[in-house]
């Protein structure tokens, strides 16, 4: 079954005004967002938007004409694809807007976003998922550990400005963290602006640390608006608190955590393949992260990040990649900043987890039975928004 490369190639000669933006043209933007764009686009809202094609050819031009992998997790069919874009008829009409990235590594901060501008003035807004960057990885972390995130109020702060410099409809598209700080953006927007997005696409993001956020009105008003696709064995999207109107979309390979790879996600035409749910799989990365997660104390998840931290910093390293090529190297050092850690923190770090052996097989013993642990609490959020509506 075709997936995003094979949508370029068999759709990139019908336009927009043909055939309007759907779930591939999602992902393809989405997947191409994490070629380095912040190079060769300018951030600021002032500044001219730039020709897709221009920024293309600069961009491979810059990395020496070659398809070089963006990292250890991320494959190179970002630029591939990137390239084939370059020369169909339905993106080689599109701008390139004020691509923002911060990074900082204390708190962690690994933040990029950008706007395509369609030939109708649509803006489809894309927040990038997690680089290669250990920084990137530090900050899913603390999704998990923190009530909140420093790329939330970027996120909210770019969508803003979207809004006040572009007068067409919004569209907001992002995979894994991207897609979750894409709804959270729009769930913390004003009303003007939430009336004027059109779609968003939550590409196998992760849920929040609690459904406080997914319990907002706003999130009633734009879910006949919003798209969440995951793999049907979905790793990363079954995480923490997140919605239960996903759409389970069919991958080409077979375990959760590569099926985050959305080259993998079958495409057919315009449209993802779709089956009726997630399997047991993703339904138990579903249930026993959140029996976990949820045990886990306000104390236990600072001390949980303060260890993260520590032992990051020992490796010395930036990226994933030089993490893997350096090892050994990267491994004694963060064991020799285990060993210097005080008792009460390292007890405190492993409570955090104890346990979690036996949560996951009571689990898998209650899924078996079909007897879904009440931390889903997907039937409450359904009768939740019933009463709403009644």
Same mark, same amino acid.
């Given at each position: 079954m ?17 055939v309007?933006?759907?779930?591939a043209?999602?992902l ?5 967002f994490?070629?380095?764009f912040?190079?060769v686009v300018?951030?600021s809202?002032d ?6 094609v221009? =920024? ?10 070659? #398809?070089? $992998?963006? /990292? ?5 069919? *970002? ?11 339905r993106f080689?009409?599109l701008?390139l807007y ?8 204390n708190?962690?901060?690994q933040?990029?976003a950008?706007t395509f501008?369609?030939?109708d003035g649509?803006a489809v807004?894309i927040?990038r998922?997690?680089?290669d ?14 009530k909140g995130?420093p790329s ?5 702060a770019?969508?803003?400005?979207? =809004? ?5 409809d919004?569209?907001?598209c992002? #995979?894994? $963290?991207? /897609?979750?700080l894409?709804?959270?953006? *729009? ?25 406080s956020?997914?319990q907002?009105d706003?999130y009633?008003?734009?879910?006949p ?6 793999p ?17 979309v069919?991958?080409s ?11 993998s ?10 089956q ?11 249930v ?11 104390a ?7 260890v993260a ?8 390293e ?11 190297k ?9 060993k210097e850690l ?23 013993k209650?899924i078996k039975?079909k ?17 709403a509506k009644n």
């Open positions: 075709p997936g995003i490369y094979e949508y370029i190639e068999r759709c990139g000669g019908e336009p927009f005004g043909a309007p933006f759907g779930d043209d999602n393809t933007f989405c997947q191409v994490y070629m380095p912040e190079q300018p951030a809202f500044a001219e938007p730039t020709s897709f221009a =920024a293309v050819n600069e961009l491979f031009a810059r990395r020496g004409y070659k #398809h070089k $992998k963006l /990292g250890l997790m991320i494959p190179n069919d *970002a630029s591939v694809n990137m390239m084939r874009m370059a020369v169909q008829p080689a009409s701008k004020a691509v923002q990235e911060v990074f900082e590594t708190p962690a901060v933040f990029c950008g501008l369609l030939p649509t807004v927040f998922g997690t680089d960057s250990i920084t990137g990885w530090k900050e899913d972390l603390d999704i998990f550990v923190r995130i939330y109020p970027l996120a909210i770019y969508l803003k400005n979207v =809004a006040a410099h572009c007068s067409g919004i569209i907001i992002g #995979h894994s $963290k991207g /897609g979750h894409g709804l959270f953006a *729009a769930l913390k927007s004003d009303k003007a602006i939430r009336d004027r997005i059109v779609g968003i696409y939550n590409n196998d993001g992760p849920g929040y640390c609690d459904y956020v997914l907002m706003e009633d008003e734009l879910l608006r919003y798209r969440h696709l995951v049907h064995s979905s790793f990363v999207g079954m995480m923490l608190a997140h919605d239960y109107d996903y759409t389970a069919r991958s390979k077979h375990l959760g955590p590569m099926q985050h790879d959305m080259a996600w079958q495409i057919d035409g315009g449209k993802v393949v779709t009726a749910d997630v399997d047991i799989l993703a339904k138990l990365t579903d026993t992260l959140s029996d976990i997660v949820t045990r886990v104390t306000d236990q998840g600072a001390v949980v990040d303060y931290n520590v032992l990051i910093e020992a490796t010395g930036t990226y994933l990649t030089g993490l893997v090529k350096h090892a050994a990267a491994v004694g050092g963060a064991v020799n900043a285990w005080a008792p009460d923190t390292k007890e405190t770090f492993k409570s955090a987890f104890k346990g979690a052996g036996k949560i996951l097989v009571n689990d898998i209650h039975e007897k879904i642990p009440d931390a889903a609490n997907a039937a409450a959020m359904l009768v939740r928004r019933v009463t």
